[in-house]
């Protein structure tokens, strides 16, 4: 006896049924966990960054508060755990329907070294801002005054090498007197006036010594070179003669950036020299250029009869001169103000000062100041802070791991995804 065939077509259609519902479920959970893999992958990204950034916030306030630099400690353990701790509550406050959980941290700060003195360069522009000194300077003609004076207006006019030896020699006593008594008396004035002049040349350099070769206005040369945030960055932060700070190691903090010094006292000496010897070279310059006081030095010149006229008029102007720049120095070290340029608003100590600033390189001028910076934040710390311990940004490796949507059968149950960032202040 035959079976129905209606049971039979239905049995079939069942089994069709139910492989095609569960062909079509695997695709829509395989849809879902494709939807919910780039959920995951997105929450993963804006939580690393939102950590990187809470990692950041753990600067060292000290260095913040009085420099406005961010750095924070380099110790990548330290790093690790902390973007780990601030990863898991993120995890934790997470109220999304896809669920991630950081599995391992890894840190490293080695490219954002603290002694990486670019890297700090980079800050002290955002910090400061990139001020038009240098085409300020240009403006009031600054700029065309130096290069005057570097370029050899005044030593093409006076050359004061050998001066004083040739002075000495005029002055001394000849082995042998001549027998033509006329002609010893001339010897005896000439070396009357010799001592005299050279009296005068010796005097007029007593206080601040003859400026030599390498002085600052030869340092000057090259202050076009850079940008000069640095050096504004510098006198704004930076103690100095005419503005003190109580809070530092150094009283003359921005005369240790131009000279490096290790003493007040030192830095001080040799702002002081270098003054004169701008003041000089200025000075020198102007004297050159005025015919009414150069006809005066060579009147003057012809109670020298018995010298060398080149020799006594190049000492009267060097005299001339060096009296003239150290009454101006001495008036600038007081507080007053000695133009460069007549009329210009340029003459203060602190002008000199940053003007001065612009010849040390600015690699130099960096790495005494990030000194400073150790030496004052460890008074204000009370405790070690030094530049190679920190760092100014780390690269972070995070892995995730997060349950699937897949059907047991499949064997997959977690997934995994790695987050690569980099976090810095810059």
């Known amino acids: 006896m035959e079976r129905p065939k209606t049971k039979t077509r239905g049995g079939f259609s069942s089994v069709y049924l139910v492989v095609i519902l569960s062909a079509f479920m695997a695709l829509v959970l395989a849809v879902i966990e494709a939807a919910a893999g780039f959920a995951a992958g997105s929450i993963a990204e804006n939580q690393c960054l939102i950590a990187g950034r809470s990692v950041l916030s753990e600067y060292q306030p000290q260095l913040y508060d009085r420099y406005g630099v961010l750095a924070m400690r380099s110790d990548e353990h330290r790093l690790s755990d902390l973007t780990m701790f601030y990863l898991t509550q993120a995890q934790i406050m997470s ?5 991630i959980s950081p599995v391992s ?52 006019n006076y050359d004061g090498e050998g001066v004083e030896e040739e002075l000495d020699e005029l002055a001394k006593k000849p082995e042998k007197e001549p027998d033509d008594p006329e002609e010893a008396g001339s010897f005896i004035e ?34 076009v070179k850079d940008d000069l945030f640095a050096v504004n960055y510098s006198m704004r932060v930076c103690s100095n003669r005419a503005a ?19 003493s007040d006292p030192v830095n001080e ?24 006081e150069m006809a005066s030095i060579h009147a003057a010149a012809l109670s020298f009869f018995l010298l060398p006229e080149p020799l006594v008029v190049a000492v009267l102007v060097a005299v001339r001169a060096a009296r003239l720049a150290s009454q101006q120095t001495d008036a600038i070290l007081a507080g007053e103000s000695v133009p460069i340029v007549s009329g210009l608003k340029f003459g203060k100590y602190e002008d ?29 710390d009370k405790a070690d802070f030094s530049f190679a311990e920190y760092c100014y940004g780390y690269e972070l490796r995070a892995e995730f791991s997060k349950r699937t949507h897949l059907p ?19």
């Not at 003190?244 to 290790?262: A, H, I, K, N, Q």
């Open 408 to 426: 047991d059968f499949l064997g997959i149950t977690r997934r995994k995804s790695v987050i690569e960032q980099v976090h810095g202040y810059v």
């Open 190 to 223: 000439r070396r009357k006036q010799a001592v005299e002049l050279r009296r005068s040349y010796r005097n007029a350099f007593r206080t601040y010594g003859r400026p030599k070769k390498g002085n600052m206005v030869e340092r000057l040369a090259g202050y």
């Open 352 to 380: 000199y000062l940053a003007l001065f600033l612009c010849s040390v390189p600015k690699s130099v001028l960096l790495s005494r100041l990030m000194t400073l910076m150790e030496q004052n934040v460890q008074i204000e």
């Open 244 to 262: 003190p700070m109580s809070d530092t190691v150094l009283r003359y903090e921005s005369e240790y950036l131009l000279f490096g010094g290790r």
């Open 105 to 156: 941290v890894e840190a490293d700060s080695s490219a954002f070294s603290g002694e990486d003195i670019s890297q700090l360069e980079d800050q002290i522009v955002q910090i400061s801002g990139y001020m038009a000194v240098k085409s300020a300077l240009d403006e009031t003609g600054l700029s065309k005054l130096i290069e005057d004076i570097i370029s050899g207006k005044a030593a093409e």
């Open 269 to 292: 000496k040799a702002m002081k020299t270098a003054l004169f010897a701008f003041r000089f070279a200025v000075d020198l310059a102007g004297i050159l250029s005025d015919s009414a």
């Open 95 to 99: 109220t999304g329907l896809v669920k």
